[in-house]
C-alpha cells in the first residue's frame, strides 16, 4: 500500500508517470517557427521538475 492510499483510502493514479529516458515530442510555439518549420521536435524525457513540467534532451542540439 502506498502511503496516501492508506491516508486518503483512495489508490492514487498513475497514469500521468512517464518512462525515463523515453523518446517524446516537444511542441514549438507559433512564434518560434516559419511556415514549413515541424510543429514539435524528438526529445528524450530526462527528469520531472515539477508537477506540471518536464525536463527534456533535445536530440539535435544536445541541450537539456
Not at 515530442?25 to 521536435?41: A, F, I, N, V
Request: hydrophobic share 35%; proline share 3%.
Amino acid at each position: 500500500m502506498v502511503l496516501e492510499e492508506v491516508w486518503s483510502a483512495i489508490k492514487p493514479s498513475v497514469k500521468n508517470l512517464k518512462i525515463f529516458g523515453s523518446l517524446c515530442y516537444k511542441h514549438t510555439p507559433d512564434q518560434g517557427r516559419r511556415k514549413l518549420d515541424d510543429k514539435s521536435g524528438l526529445t528524450i524525457f530526462v527528469d520531472y521538475i515539477s508537477t506540471t513540467s518536464y525536463k527534456l534532451y533535445n536530440l539535435k542540439t544536445n541541450q537539456v
